[in-house]
């Protein structure tokens, strides 16, 4: 008989992780969730607690396929009503909730932060908000939605994205595999509030650029997002994350271009900003403000 002690896991749900963050609620005592702290998020060893535990034994056994040491999932409940729509979030390898989380997968790590990074855009967003009939955000939709396809993924481009993914995301010890997995060896990062609001922001606008959306349209799809407008006019007195963002779009625009492979071969080439070239308003740079 094994008499060896059990290991259990936290079963992550879907309110417990947000865009960038798998540390946006904990459960407490009285069964209901309550949003992490900022003293928390800035720890890299707090982290939220679950409502229920399951046997790593039969984690193991529904992730055999699966070699890394974390899960990527997107929300199934979404609605038009709240914040943003679609929300993706990467957490450590443990059990989640079939239910409400949609598991994605199975990509190649050296294109997967650009996916990630592409879910979690405004432009994607307005989007899935056009292509959703209901509440549920289903693995049906998810394949019908417009992603840009790994082959678009020029060096460049990569190297532009995954420094501010890696931010983003890695703000806690307990995502040191997916760290590693992007070639980081160092700490976490700090949940820096504005810092990442900025690298949410140049995210966004080269997202507007690679779908081809001109600054009008831009401007309009930004504008379809009225609780962050509220939200924003209330803490800042304009509409920051539009003025931000547009602002990042035109100074994009002002770079030279580049060429990289369109979503279908036969399609040859597109243009993109060369990001390269790119200087960001952060100090230190992305990904490299490590705790």
Same mark, same amino acid.
């Given at each position: 008989?094994? &008499?060896?002690?059990? *290991?259990?896991? $936290?079963?992550?749900?879907?309110?417990?992780?947000?865009?960038?963050?798998?540390?946006?609620?904990?459960?407490? $005592?009285?069964?209901?969730?309550?949003?992490?702290?900022?003293?928390?998020?800035?720890?890299?060893?707090?982290?939220?607690?679950?409502?229920?535990?399951?046997?790593?034994?039969?984690?193991?056994?529904?992730?055999?396929?699966?070699? *890394?040491?974390?899960?990527?999932? !997107?929300? &199934?409940? /979404?609605?038009?009503?709240?914040?943003?729509?679609?929300?993706?979030?990467?957490? $450590?390898?443990?059990?989640?909730?079939? %239910?409400?989380?949609?598991?994605?997968?199975? &990509?190649?790590?050296?294109?997967?932060?650009?996916?990630?990074?592409?879910?979690?855009?405004?432009?994607?967003?307005?989007?899935?908000?056009?292509?959703?009939?209901?509440?549920?955000?289903?693995?049906?939709?998810?394949?019908?939605?417009?992603?840009? $396809?790994?082959? /678009?993924? !020029?060096?460049?481009?990569?190297?532009?994205?995954?420094?501010? %993914?890696?931010?983003?995301?890695?703000?806690?010890?307990?995502?040191?595999?997916?760290?590693?997995?992007?070639?980081?060896?160092?700490?976490?990062?700090?949940?820096?509030?504005?810092?990442?609001?900025?690298?949410? /922001?140049?995210?966004?606008?080269?997202?507007?650029?690679?779908?081809?959306?001109?600054? +009008?349209?831009?401007?309009?799809?930004? +504008? !379809?997002?009225?609780?962050?407008?509220?939200?924003?006019?209330?803490?800042?007195?304009?509409?920051?994350?539009?003025?931000?963002?547009?602002?990042?779009?035109?100074?994009?625009?002002?770079?030279?271009?580049?060429?990289?492979?369109?979503? *279908?071969?036969?399609?040859?080439?597109?243009?993109?900003?060369? %990001? !390269?070239?790119?200087?960001?308003?952060?100090?230190?740079?992305?990904?490299?403000?490590?705790?």
């Amino acid at each position: 008989m094994n &008499d060896s002690p059990r *290991r259990y896991l $936290p079963l992550y749900e879907a309110k417990m992780m947000h865009q960038f963050s798998h540390r946006w609620a904990s459960y407490q $005592p009285n069964g209901k969730t309550r949003d992490m702290t900022a003293a928390e998020l800035r720890d890299p060893a707090a982290l939220p607690l679950p409502r229920y535990w399951v046997d790593e034994r039969d984690v193991e056994a529904r992730l055999e396929h699966w070699d *890394r040491g974390w899960l990527l999932a !997107s929300r &199934d409940i /979404c609605r038009s009503t709240d914040m943003v729509t679609a929300i993706m979030g990467l957490f $450590p390898r443990a059990a989640s909730s079939g %239910v409400n989380i949609q598991h994605i997968i199975g &990509d190649p790590i050296d294109r997967l932060e650009g996916f990630y990074a592409n879910f979690n855009t405004f432009v994607f967003d307005f989007v899935v908000r056009q292509k959703v009939g209901g509440t549920h955000l289903s693995q049906n939709y998810l394949k019908q939605l417009p992603v840009i $396809p790994p082959r /678009c993924y !020029s060096p460049p481009l990569l190297d532009f994205i995954r420094p501010r %993914v890696l931010e983003l995301a890695y703000t806690a010890w307990d995502l040191q595999p997916f760290a590693r997995d992007l070639g980081y060896a160092g700490p976490p990062f700090v949940f820096d509030a504005e810092r990442r609001f900025w690298l949410r /922001c140049e995210l966004d606008a080269l997202y507007f650029h690679l779908y081809g959306i001109s600054r +009008d349209d831009a401007a309009y799809i930004l +504008d !379809s997002f009225p609780i962050v407008k509220r939200k924003d006019e209330a803490a800042y007195g304009d509409y920051r994350s539009k003025r931000v963002i547009l602002q990042l779009y035109d100074e994009l625009a002002a770079l030279p271009t580049m060429h990289v492979p369109a979503p *279908r071969a036969a399609d040859g080439a597109l243009e993109a900003p060369d %990001v !390269s070239a790119w200087l960001s308003p952060l100090q230190p740079p992305p990904g490299m403000a490590g705790a």
